[in-house]
Protein backbone atom coordinates (compact mmCIF):
# COMPACT_ATOMS: atom_id res chain seq x y z
CA UNK A 1 0.00 0.00 0.00
CA UNK A 2 2.51 2.58 0.79
CA UNK A 3 4.48 1.79 -2.35
CA UNK A 4 1.59 2.31 -4.52
CA UNK A 5 0.79 5.22 -2.48
CA UNK A 6 4.41 6.75 -3.17
CA UNK A 7 4.11 6.08 -7.07
CA UNK A 8 0.61 7.62 -7.39
CA UNK A 9 1.73 10.56 -5.22
CA UNK A 10 4.96 10.97 -7.12
CA UNK A 11 2.95 10.88 -10.45
CA UNK A 12 0.70 13.41 -9.13
CA UNK A 13 3.42 16.34 -7.81
CA UNK A 14 5.15 16.10 -11.51
CA UNK A 15 1.87 17.00 -13.10
CA UNK A 16 1.38 19.62 -10.73
CA UNK A 17 4.50 20.46 -11.06
CA UNK A 18 4.63 20.65 -14.95
CA UNK A 19 1.19 22.55 -14.68
CA UNK A 20 2.83 25.39 -12.53
CA UNK A 21 4.54 26.25 -15.48
CA UNK A 22 0.80 27.37 -16.52
CA UNK A 23 -0.09 28.92 -13.17
CA UNK A 24 2.66 30.79 -11.28
CA UNK A 25 3.85 33.26 -13.66
CA UNK A 26 1.70 36.73 -13.31
CA UNK A 27 -0.25 37.03 -16.55
CA UNK A 28 -1.85 34.24 -18.08
CA UNK A 29 -2.88 35.56 -21.14
CA UNK A 30 -5.30 32.81 -25.94
CA UNK A 31 -8.02 32.19 -28.86
CA UNK A 32 -10.55 35.19 -28.57
CA UNK A 33 -12.94 34.18 -25.78
CA UNK A 34 -16.72 34.29 -26.05
CA UNK A 35 -16.80 37.78 -24.59
CA UNK A 36 -20.69 37.84 -24.76
CA UNK A 37 -23.20 35.60 -22.42
CA UNK A 38 -25.34 35.69 -25.18
CA UNK A 39 -23.48 33.25 -27.10
CA UNK A 40 -23.45 30.58 -23.98
CA UNK A 41 -26.83 31.34 -23.54
CA UNK A 42 -28.11 30.58 -26.92
CA UNK A 43 -25.79 27.15 -26.62
CA UNK A 44 -23.76 29.02 -29.67
CA UNK A 45 -26.80 29.19 -32.14
CA UNK A 46 -25.29 33.33 -32.72
CA UNK A 47 -23.80 32.94 -36.59
CA UNK A 48 -26.34 35.11 -37.85
CA UNK A 49 -27.13 37.38 -35.09
CA UNK A 50 -24.02 38.61 -33.42
CA UNK A 51 -23.77 42.11 -33.12
CA UNK A 52 -21.36 44.74 -30.45
CA UNK A 53 -18.27 43.31 -29.03
CA UNK A 54 -20.18 39.30 -29.40
CA UNK A 55 -19.15 39.97 -33.34
CA UNK A 56 -15.63 39.99 -32.46
CA UNK A 57 -15.41 36.24 -31.57
CA UNK A 58 -18.17 35.17 -33.09
CA UNK A 59 -19.00 36.83 -36.92
CA UNK A 60 -16.88 39.90 -37.43
CA UNK A 61 -19.09 40.89 -40.00
CA UNK A 62 -21.95 41.60 -37.64
CA UNK A 63 -19.82 45.23 -36.67
CA UNK A 64 -21.73 46.22 -39.88
CA UNK A 65 -24.76 45.26 -39.52
CA UNK A 66 -27.75 47.27 -37.52
CA UNK A 67 -27.50 46.77 -33.76
CA UNK A 68 -23.85 47.34 -33.73
CA UNK A 69 -22.42 50.48 -33.08
CA UNK A 70 -20.57 51.31 -29.47
CA UNK A 71 -20.63 48.25 -26.92
CA UNK A 72 -18.01 47.77 -23.77
CA UNK A 73 -17.50 44.45 -21.98
CA UNK A 74 -16.28 45.00 -18.28
CA UNK A 75 -14.11 41.66 -17.48
CA UNK A 76 -16.41 38.89 -18.68
CA UNK A 77 -14.92 35.46 -16.76
CA UNK A 78 -16.49 32.33 -17.85
CA UNK A 79 -15.77 29.16 -15.99
CA UNK A 80 -15.42 25.66 -17.06
CA UNK A 81 -15.48 22.55 -14.61
CA UNK A 82 -16.08 18.71 -15.10
CA UNK A 83 -15.22 15.15 -14.30
CA UNK A 84 -16.63 12.21 -15.54
CA UNK A 85 -17.77 9.38 -15.33
CA UNK A 86 -17.45 9.72 -11.31
CA UNK A 87 -18.80 13.29 -11.08
CA UNK A 88 -18.88 16.24 -8.87
CA UNK A 89 -22.79 15.01 -7.89
CA UNK A 90 -20.69 11.58 -6.91
CA UNK A 91 -18.74 13.16 -4.81
CA UNK A 92 -21.51 15.45 -3.29
CA UNK A 93 -23.46 12.49 -2.30
CA UNK A 94 -20.85 10.41 -0.25
CA UNK A 95 -19.29 13.71 1.53
CA UNK A 96 -18.07 13.50 4.83
CA UNK A 97 -19.01 9.35 4.94
CA UNK A 98 -16.91 6.07 4.79
CA UNK A 99 -17.13 5.80 0.87
CA UNK A 100 -19.07 2.04 0.58
CA UNK A 101 -17.73 -1.36 -1.06
CA UNK A 102 -21.18 -1.32 -3.27
CA UNK A 103 -20.58 2.71 -4.57
CA UNK A 104 -16.98 1.66 -4.96
CA UNK A 105 -17.68 -0.98 -7.35
CA UNK A 106 -20.63 0.97 -8.91
CA UNK A 107 -17.69 4.08 -9.95
CA UNK A 108 -15.36 1.54 -11.06
CA UNK A 109 -17.74 -0.44 -13.39
CA UNK A 110 -18.50 3.17 -15.04
CA UNK A 111 -14.73 4.22 -15.21
CA UNK A 112 -14.24 0.23 -16.57
CA UNK A 113 -16.88 1.20 -19.12
CA UNK A 114 -15.95 4.70 -20.47
CA UNK A 115 -12.30 3.44 -20.26
CA UNK A 116 -10.94 6.25 -18.01
CA UNK A 117 -11.83 8.71 -15.50
CA UNK A 118 -11.75 12.13 -17.01
CA UNK A 119 -11.33 15.71 -15.40
CA UNK A 120 -11.17 19.00 -17.07
CA UNK A 121 -10.80 22.59 -15.87
CA UNK A 122 -11.12 25.94 -18.03
CA UNK A 123 -10.85 29.88 -17.41
CA UNK A 124 -11.81 32.47 -20.14
CA UNK A 125 -11.41 36.00 -19.35
CA UNK A 126 -11.75 38.89 -21.58
CA UNK A 127 -9.43 41.27 -20.34
CA UNK A 128 -11.12 43.93 -23.25
CA UNK A 129 -13.76 43.89 -25.38
CA UNK A 130 -14.52 47.10 -27.27
CA UNK A 131 -16.69 48.31 -29.87
CA UNK A 132 -16.97 51.75 -31.60
CA UNK A 133 -18.54 52.11 -34.52
CA UNK A 134 -17.70 49.14 -37.07
CA UNK A 135 -14.00 48.75 -35.69
CA UNK A 136 -13.52 46.39 -32.32
CA UNK A 137 -10.57 45.38 -30.39
CA UNK A 138 -11.18 42.42 -27.86
CA UNK A 139 -7.95 41.08 -25.41
CA UNK A 140 -8.47 37.65 -23.77
CA UNK A 141 -7.19 34.86 -22.15
CA UNK A 142 -7.56 31.13 -22.05
CA UNK A 143 -6.65 28.43 -19.35
CA UNK A 144 -7.77 25.04 -20.17
CA UNK A 145 -6.37 21.65 -18.31
CA UNK A 146 -7.58 18.23 -18.54
CA UNK A 147 -6.27 14.90 -17.39
CA UNK A 148 -7.20 11.08 -17.81
CA UNK A 149 -6.24 8.23 -15.66
CA UNK A 150 -6.49 4.56 -16.38
CA UNK A 151 -9.12 2.37 -14.76
CA UNK A 152 -6.76 0.47 -12.80
CA UNK A 153 -5.57 3.64 -11.52
CA UNK A 154 -8.65 4.39 -9.87
CA UNK A 155 -9.11 0.76 -8.37
CA UNK A 156 -6.02 1.75 -6.72
CA UNK A 157 -7.01 4.65 -5.51
CA UNK A 158 -10.35 3.53 -4.13
CA UNK A 159 -9.29 -0.24 -3.41
CA UNK A 160 -5.33 0.46 -2.93
CA UNK A 161 -3.10 -2.23 -4.04
CA UNK A 162 -4.93 -5.07 -1.66
CA UNK A 163 -7.50 -4.79 -5.18
CA UNK A 164 -10.77 -5.34 -4.80
CA UNK A 165 -10.82 -9.08 -3.64
CA UNK A 166 -8.59 -8.13 -0.45
CA UNK A 167 -5.39 -9.99 -2.78
CA UNK A 168 -2.80 -8.23 -4.28
CA UNK A 169 -3.08 -7.86 -7.83
CA UNK A 170 -1.64 -6.57 -11.47
CA UNK A 171 -2.65 -2.85 -12.14
CA UNK A 172 -2.09 -0.79 -15.60
CA UNK A 173 -1.25 2.50 -15.66
CA UNK A 174 -1.68 2.81 -19.78
CA UNK A 175 -3.95 5.45 -21.03
CA UNK A 176 -3.48 8.19 -18.27
CA UNK A 177 -2.28 11.39 -19.85
CA UNK A 178 -2.19 15.07 -18.36
CA UNK A 179 -2.80 18.00 -20.95
CA UNK A 180 -3.08 22.08 -20.57
CA UNK A 181 -1.98 25.36 -21.84
CA UNK A 182 -2.99 29.16 -21.14
CA UNK A 183 -2.90 31.11 -24.10
CA UNK A 184 -3.60 35.23 -24.76
CA UNK A 185 -5.23 36.46 -27.63
CA UNK A 186 -5.65 40.05 -29.34
CA UNK A 187 -7.91 40.70 -31.80
CA UNK A 188 -9.03 43.88 -34.29
CA UNK A 189 -11.66 43.47 -36.07
CA UNK A 190 -13.36 45.88 -39.29
CA UNK A 191 -16.70 45.17 -40.41
CA UNK A 192 -18.03 46.58 -43.86
CA UNK A 193 -21.42 47.10 -44.98
CA UNK A 194 -22.17 46.77 -48.81
CA UNK A 195 -24.76 48.05 -50.67
CA UNK A 196 -28.09 46.35 -51.26
CA UNK A 197 -31.23 47.62 -52.02
CA UNK A 198 -32.47 44.34 -50.52
CA UNK A 199 -31.57 44.29 -47.04
CA UNK A 200 -28.26 44.93 -44.74
CA UNK A 201 -25.15 42.86 -45.97
CA UNK A 202 -21.80 43.11 -44.65
CA UNK A 203 -18.45 41.57 -44.30
CA UNK A 204 -15.67 41.42 -41.63
CA UNK A 205 -12.51 40.40 -40.62
CA UNK A 206 -10.59 40.01 -37.61
CA UNK A 207 -6.59 39.86 -37.63
CA UNK A 208 -5.61 38.22 -34.32
CA UNK A 209 -1.52 37.67 -32.88
CA UNK A 210 -1.76 35.22 -29.98
CA UNK A 211 0.84 34.75 -27.43
CA UNK A 212 1.31 31.31 -25.23
CA UNK A 213 2.25 31.62 -21.52
CA UNK A 214 2.25 27.90 -20.94
CA UNK A 215 2.20 24.28 -21.97
CA UNK A 216 1.82 20.38 -20.18
CA UNK A 217 1.63 17.32 -21.98
CA UNK A 218 1.89 13.98 -20.67
CA UNK A 219 1.33 10.70 -22.08
CA UNK A 220 1.57 7.32 -19.70
CA UNK A 221 4.28 4.83 -21.41
CA UNK A 222 3.55 1.73 -19.85
CA UNK A 223 3.43 2.20 -15.96
CA UNK A 224 2.27 -0.55 -13.92
CA UNK A 225 2.02 -2.42 -10.53
CA UNK A 226 2.99 -6.00 -10.08
CA UNK A 227 1.56 -7.85 -7.45
CA UNK A 228 3.87 -11.09 -7.00
CA UNK A 229 7.15 -9.97 -6.80
CA UNK A 230 5.71 -6.65 -5.63
CA UNK A 231 7.50 -3.92 -8.03
CA UNK A 232 5.82 -0.33 -8.79
CA UNK A 233 6.95 1.21 -12.65
CA UNK A 234 6.36 4.53 -13.33
CA UNK A 235 7.11 5.77 -17.55
CA UNK A 236 5.04 8.89 -17.87
CA UNK A 237 7.37 11.70 -19.80
CA UNK A 238 5.95 15.13 -19.51
CA UNK A 239 7.43 17.71 -22.10
CA UNK A 240 6.13 21.15 -20.17
CA UNK A 241 7.03 25.04 -20.33
CA UNK A 242 10.40 25.90 -17.95
CA UNK A 243 8.82 26.67 -14.67
CA UNK A 244 12.62 28.35 -13.24
CA UNK A 245 12.66 30.44 -16.07
CA UNK A 246 9.16 31.76 -16.80
CA UNK A 247 8.46 33.85 -20.29
CA UNK A 248 5.70 35.92 -21.11
CA UNK A 249 6.51 34.45 -24.54
CA UNK A 250 6.76 30.76 -25.14
CA UNK A 251 5.29 30.56 -28.57
CA UNK A 252 3.37 33.36 -31.03
CA UNK A 253 1.15 33.49 -34.34
CA UNK A 254 -0.94 35.06 -36.24
CA UNK A 255 -4.60 34.41 -36.81
CA UNK A 256 -7.48 35.82 -39.09
CA UNK A 257 -11.19 35.42 -38.96
CA UNK A 258 -13.79 36.42 -41.75
CA UNK A 259 -17.53 36.75 -41.87
CA UNK A 260 -20.70 37.27 -44.12
CA UNK A 261 -23.93 38.37 -42.35
CA UNK A 262 -26.85 39.51 -44.37
CA UNK A 263 -30.96 40.22 -43.78
CA UNK A 264 -33.91 39.93 -45.76
CA UNK A 265 -37.26 41.27 -43.99
CA UNK A 266 -37.57 38.99 -41.29
CA UNK A 267 -34.25 36.68 -42.32
CA UNK A 268 -30.97 36.57 -41.39
CA UNK A 269 -28.26 34.36 -42.86
CA UNK A 270 -24.36 34.34 -41.14
CA UNK A 271 -21.29 32.45 -42.18
CA UNK A 272 -17.84 32.66 -40.47
CA UNK A 273 -14.61 30.92 -40.76
CA UNK A 274 -11.97 31.45 -37.85
CA UNK A 275 -8.46 30.61 -38.23
CA UNK A 276 -8.32 30.98 -42.08
CA UNK A 277 -4.65 30.56 -41.09
CA UNK A 278 -2.90 30.48 -38.12
CA UNK A 279 0.71 30.64 -37.36
CA UNK A 280 0.53 29.58 -33.71
CA UNK A 281 3.37 27.58 -32.65
CA UNK A 282 5.12 27.10 -29.39
CA UNK A 283 8.73 27.63 -29.27
CA UNK A 284 10.92 24.79 -28.55
CA UNK A 285 13.77 26.81 -26.78
CA UNK A 286 11.30 27.47 -23.78
CA UNK A 287 10.09 23.61 -23.34
CA UNK A 288 11.51 20.95 -21.37
CA UNK A 289 11.35 17.27 -20.76
CA UNK A 290 10.94 14.98 -17.74
CA UNK A 291 11.66 11.30 -18.30
CA UNK A 292 9.20 10.85 -15.44
CA UNK A 293 10.56 7.32 -14.86
CA UNK A 294 10.26 5.03 -11.44
CA UNK A 295 10.87 1.41 -10.61
CA UNK A 296 10.79 0.32 -6.83
CA UNK A 297 10.88 -3.14 -5.49
CA UNK A 298 11.46 -4.67 -2.28
CA UNK A 299 14.91 -2.95 -1.06
CA UNK A 300 15.74 -0.49 -3.98
CA UNK A 301 14.30 2.33 -6.11
CA UNK A 302 15.43 4.26 -9.11
CA UNK A 303 13.56 7.24 -10.15
CA UNK A 304 14.24 10.09 -13.06
CA UNK A 305 12.22 13.33 -12.95
CA UNK A 306 15.23 15.42 -13.47
CA UNK A 307 14.52 18.37 -16.14
CA UNK A 308 16.39 17.92 -19.67
CA UNK A 309 16.12 19.68 -23.14
CA UNK A 310 13.14 19.32 -25.12
CA UNK A 311 15.34 17.60 -27.92
CA UNK A 312 15.08 14.33 -25.22
CA UNK A 313 11.64 14.28 -25.29
CA UNK A 314 10.35 11.04 -27.34
CA UNK A 315 8.81 11.80 -30.62
CA UNK A 316 5.16 11.10 -29.66
CA UNK A 317 5.55 14.12 -26.97
CA UNK A 318 7.21 16.33 -29.78
CA UNK A 319 4.15 15.65 -32.06
CA UNK A 320 1.45 16.41 -29.61
CA UNK A 321 3.38 20.04 -29.17
CA UNK A 322 3.07 20.47 -32.80
CA UNK A 323 -0.48 20.00 -32.80
CA UNK A 324 -0.99 21.68 -30.70
CA UNK A 325 -2.66 25.30 -32.51
CA UNK A 326 -5.43 26.35 -33.72
CA UNK A 327 -7.38 24.60 -36.62
CA UNK A 328 -9.65 26.51 -38.91
CA UNK A 329 -13.86 26.39 -37.90
CA UNK A 330 -16.53 26.99 -40.21
CA UNK A 331 -20.07 28.07 -38.94
CA UNK A 332 -22.81 28.77 -41.00
CA UNK A 333 -25.93 30.48 -39.06
CA UNK A 334 -29.46 31.41 -40.11
CA UNK A 335 -32.08 33.31 -37.99
CA UNK A 336 -35.75 34.55 -38.29
CA UNK A 337 -37.47 36.86 -36.54
CA UNK A 338 -40.97 35.18 -35.40
CA UNK A 339 -41.80 38.84 -33.86
CA UNK A 340 -40.23 41.94 -33.29
CA UNK A 341 -39.12 40.62 -29.76
CA UNK A 342 -38.63 36.99 -30.44
CA UNK A 343 -36.00 35.41 -32.67
CA UNK A 344 -35.02 31.89 -33.69
CA UNK A 345 -31.58 31.13 -34.68
CA UNK A 346 -29.58 28.00 -35.83
CA UNK A 347 -26.13 27.26 -36.63
CA UNK A 348 -24.24 24.40 -38.09
CA UNK A 349 -20.29 24.25 -37.48
CA UNK A 350 -17.54 22.55 -38.06
CA UNK A 351 -14.04 21.80 -36.62
CA UNK A 352 -10.77 20.96 -39.06
CA UNK A 353 -8.21 19.48 -37.40
CA UNK A 354 -7.10 17.94 -34.08
CA UNK A 355 -5.11 21.04 -32.59
CA UNK A 356 -5.96 23.01 -29.68
CA UNK A 357 -9.69 21.84 -28.98
CA UNK A 358 -11.47 24.98 -27.77
CA UNK A 359 -14.75 24.18 -29.47
CA UNK A 360 -16.04 20.68 -30.35
CA UNK A 361 -15.19 18.99 -34.00
CA UNK A 362 -18.84 19.15 -35.09
CA UNK A 363 -21.92 21.45 -33.95
CA UNK A 364 -26.07 21.71 -35.26
CA UNK A 365 -27.81 23.17 -32.60
CA UNK A 366 -30.93 26.33 -32.22
CA UNK A 367 -31.72 28.87 -29.88
CA UNK A 368 -34.28 31.33 -28.84
CA UNK A 369 -34.61 34.75 -27.54
CA UNK A 370 -37.06 36.32 -26.05
CA UNK A 371 -37.19 40.15 -25.33
CA UNK A 372 -40.79 41.13 -24.68
CA UNK A 373 -40.49 41.82 -21.32
CA UNK A 374 -38.33 45.02 -22.32
CA UNK A 375 -36.27 45.12 -19.28
CA UNK A 376 -35.67 41.33 -19.28
CA UNK A 377 -33.90 39.33 -22.17
CA UNK A 378 -34.70 35.68 -21.82
CA UNK A 379 -32.31 33.08 -24.30
CA UNK A 380 -31.86 29.65 -24.62
CA UNK A 381 -30.58 27.02 -26.72
CA UNK A 382 -29.53 23.49 -27.72
CA UNK A 383 -26.98 21.74 -30.17
CA UNK A 384 -25.86 18.03 -31.35
CA UNK A 385 -22.21 17.96 -30.89
CA UNK A 386 -19.29 15.28 -31.57
CA UNK A 387 -20.52 12.23 -29.19
CA UNK A 388 -22.71 14.36 -27.43
CA UNK A 389 -24.94 17.28 -26.67
CA UNK A 390 -25.08 20.97 -25.36
CA UNK A 391 -28.08 23.16 -23.66
CA UNK A 392 -27.65 26.81 -22.64
CA UNK A 393 -29.39 29.68 -20.94
CA UNK A 394 -29.11 32.70 -19.58
CA UNK A 395 -30.85 36.15 -19.11
CA UNK A 396 -30.06 39.77 -19.36
CA UNK A 397 -31.40 42.93 -17.42
CA UNK A 398 -31.57 45.81 -19.48
CA UNK A 399 -31.24 49.20 -17.59
CA UNK A 400 -30.73 51.83 -20.59
CA UNK A 401 -27.48 51.17 -22.11
CA UNK A 402 -26.31 49.53 -18.82
CA UNK A 403 -26.30 45.12 -19.32
CA UNK A 404 -25.93 42.86 -16.23
CA UNK A 405 -25.86 39.34 -18.23
CA UNK A 406 -25.77 35.81 -17.31
CA UNK A 407 -25.64 32.44 -18.59
CA UNK A 408 -24.89 28.48 -17.67
CA UNK A 409 -24.59 25.57 -20.31
CA UNK A 410 -23.28 21.88 -19.83
CA UNK A 411 -21.70 19.93 -22.52
CA UNK A 412 -20.91 16.18 -22.89
CA UNK A 413 -18.71 14.53 -25.92
CA UNK A 414 -15.24 14.66 -27.35
CA UNK A 415 -14.42 17.95 -25.06
CA UNK A 416 -15.40 15.94 -21.87
CA UNK A 417 -18.44 16.35 -19.68
CA UNK A 418 -18.56 20.18 -18.87
CA UNK A 419 -20.65 22.75 -17.29
CA UNK A 420 -19.99 26.80 -17.80
CA UNK A 421 -21.05 29.67 -16.49
CA UNK A 422 -20.52 33.31 -17.19
CA UNK A 423 -21.09 36.51 -15.91
CA UNK A 424 -21.00 40.21 -18.07
CA UNK A 425 -21.47 43.70 -17.11
CA UNK A 426 -21.77 45.39 -20.30
CA UNK A 427 -22.82 48.88 -22.23
CA UNK A 428 -24.54 48.63 -25.51
CA UNK A 429 -24.69 44.92 -26.53
CA UNK A 430 -25.41 41.68 -23.89
Not at 391 to 401: D, F, H, T, Y
Amino acid sequence: MRTTNRIIASVTVVGLAAFGGLFSPAPLPAQLANASATTIGLAGNHTATARGFAAISVNPAGLAMPGSGFSLSLLPIQVRSGIDPINFSDLKDVEGTVISAATKEEWLSRVNTEGRQSGTFGVDVSELALTVGRLGLQLSTIVSATMNLAPDIVEAVLFGNAGRTGSPTDLSFSGSTLEGFAVTTAGLSLGVPINSATGGMAIGATVKWSVGHGVAVARDQGGSFVSDPTRVTVNFPIVHTDEDDPEFNNGSGVGLDVGFMMTRDRMSFGVSVQNVFNTFAWKEETLRYRPGTADIQQGSSETDFEKQSYSAAPAALKATIEEMTFDPTVAVGGAYDVSEDFTVSADVRSRLGDGLALVPRFHLGAGAEYRGLRVLHLRGGAAIITDGFQLGGGASLVLGPVNFSAAVAVQTGDLEDTTFAQFVLSFGNR
